[in-house]
């Protein structure tokens, strides 16, 4: 079936600074999402990218959806301690409802 | 405005038993997912509907999984017999119609079968 590569895997980072992650597919998405999860609670959608090349930003987070459709970065500015959980991207293809996730990249941020 | 309801939020129980999982979508969605969450392999789609009906069912593990929308307001999961390694967290999300709509998650029922 369908993947999507995420990484890192997990990232350990001091507060204030910025962090990156990004997930690659053989296939081509449409649609790219970005998910946060808190420990026992579900995914929330944080930025959703629908056009090649798209950059959207929400608040210090920076989304990106690659040229080629099959790619995607999300970029953190000034890290702060509720930025804690783990991170998904998701991609949808043209005319499905379907999402396929990535593993997630768990994020602990150091006061 | 109120999320995706799941209940319950923890579910432990003997193999073998019949487990039933419950969602509550968002009102006005007319889209419904069924999803389960493991260390080894993510998020995965079971099953999804569309104004109650079944869509795509091809996430589905086995027979032994099953599951409802017998209106817009209300979805189950059902697992009979349960084994141990059903036990995950299992997650049901909504949408409202349009591509272009995120889908929204509930909260999860924690699932272990013993």
């Known amino acids: 079936g369908q993947q999507l590569n995420q990484s890192p895997q997990s990232m350990f980072i001091q507060e204030g600074e910025d962090v990156s992650m990004n997930c690659t597919s053989s296939?081509?998405?449409?649609?790219w999402l970005w998910y946060k999860q808190d420990p026992g609670e579900g995914p929330v959608l944080l930025i959703a990218?629908?056009?090649?090349?798209e950059l959207t930003s929400n608040g210090r987070l920076t989304a990106q959806f690659g040229i080629t459709r099959k790619d995607s970065f999300l970029n953190i500015s000034a890290s702060i301690p509720s930025d804690v959980g783990i991170y998904f991207c998701?991609?949808?293809?043209?005319?499905?409802?379907?999402?396929?996730f990535g593993k997630g990249t768990k994020l602990t941020v150091n006061p | 405005d109120a999320g995706v309801i799941q209940s319950p939020r923890h579910e432990v129980t003997e193999m073998g038993q019949e487990v039933t999982l419950r969602c509550k979508p968002i009102?006005?969605?007319?889209?419904l997912f069924w999803y389960r969450q493991t260390m080894m392999r993510g998020l995965e789609l079971l099953i999804y509907?569309?104004?109650?009906?079944?869509?795509?069912d091809s996430g589905m593990p086995e027979d032994r999984f099953s599951a409802k929308m017998p209106n817009a307001s209300f979805s189950t999961l059902k697992i009979q017999p349960s084994e141990p390694r059903d036990s995950a967290v299992y997650f049901c999300?909504?949408?409202?119609?349009?591509?272009?709509?995120?889908?929204?998650f509930g909260d999860g029922t924690r699932l272990s079968i013993l």
């Open positions: 990218l629908y056009k090649a090349g």
């Open positions: 296939s081509i998405f449409n649609t």
């Open positions: 998701a991609g949808q293809q043209g005319g499905s409802e379907k999402l396929v």
């Open positions: 009102s006005g969605h007319d889209y």
């Open positions: 509907f569309n104004n109650n009906v079944p869509i795509d």
């Open positions: 999300a909504s949408k409202g119609g349009g591509l272009l709509q995120p889908q929204h």
